[in-house]
């Protein structure tokens, strides 16, 4: 689901009855750069096709608000997309629970979400 599309109401139900979200994807500044909102939405779809349940912060906000929200919520697993780290090819992970951090290629995404929730 893309944050924009919930109301406080809804979100609270999808956090409190359905469980809340896997992975929240924070795109920096997607409407800025457009080639970070469409590899975001693409990220989303394939983590959802994959069986997911994710959370794409579309809204025009500043990082440190959308991480904020991600903390908030619980949510466990973060991806970050930058125009930089884009360039190189890779998403930046982190994990909300215990602060690690890593570097994870565009490429092998699904497979490192599958070894991680194994």
Do not use: C, W
């Not at 590899?39 to 989303?44: K, V």
């Not at 090819?89 to 991680?116: A, I, P």
């Amino acid at each position: 689901m893309r944050l924009s599309q919930y109301t406080l109401d809804t979100l609270r139900h999808q956090v409190e009855q359905e469980g809340g979200f896997q992975v929240a994807i924070t795109p920096v500044y997607p409407r800025l750069f457009e080639k970070v909102r469409l590899e975001a939405d693409a990220l989303h779809d394939r983590l959802e096709q994959a069986g997911y349940r994710v959370l794409l912060d579309d809204r025009n906000q500043k990082p440190r608000n959308m991480f904020e929200v991600v903390e908030f919520l619980g949510i466990p697993h973060r991806l970050t997309l930058s125009g930089r780290s884009l360039e190189v090819g890779v998403y930046e992970y982190f994990n909300t629970v215990t602060q690690y951090r890593e570097k994870v290629s565009r490429v092998q995404v699904l497979n490192f979400f599958e070894e991680l929730f194994a």
